[in-house]
């Protein structure tokens, strides 16, 4: 890996750990700011753009007193691929959600897979798509709106 890769890889890997400690802080504006001119596509649909993405956590993630929806995303199983000359990189990880809320004890409430995309444009790395695939759900009747009873 020559200097160049692992600058990018590094700064890929800081994306994809940033989104998750914006997602946990309950900062839905951050998390649209990293999509700004990417797509987020999920079992609930395909999002285009900071505003869009934005716009489907806020109608989907509950948020509490404090701000955050009481989780925490952990990304594991990370492996990133750089394509220096093109200005490319994917990226594929684990991501296991925890959840803790009155009522709800420390539990997973998701794991699943991320498929990213990257572009290095104007000399910094972006996202330019997130694929999420959740394969195991636990109690997300606390975390996602649509689990909850009318």
Request: proline fraction near 3%; aromatic fraction near 10%.
């Amino acid at each position: 890996m020559n200097m160049s890769t692992g600058a990018a890889t590094a700064a890929v890997t800081s994306l994809i750990f940033r989104y998750a400690e914006l997602v946990d802080a309950g900062d839905f504006d951050g998390v649209g700011e990293l999509f700004a001119d990417a797509s987020f596509i999920s079992s609930g649909g395909s999002f285009h753009g900071g505003e869009a993405v934005e716009e489907m956590l806020r109608d989907t993630v509950i948020r509490y007193e404090d701000g955050t929806p009481r989780t925490h995303h952990v990304t594991t199983n990370l492996t990133v691929d750089v394509h220096e000359e093109a200005g490319t990189a994917t990226a594929r990880s684990y991501v296991t959600v925890f959840q803790a809320v009155p009522g709800l004890s420390l539990q997973p409430v998701a794991a699943g897979r991320y498929s990213d995309r990257f572009e290095r444009r104007d000399g910094s790395w972006r996202f330019v798509e997130r694929q999420v695939r959740i394969h195991l759900v636990g109690d997300v009747s606390y975390h996602l709106r649509s689990a909850r009873s009318p």
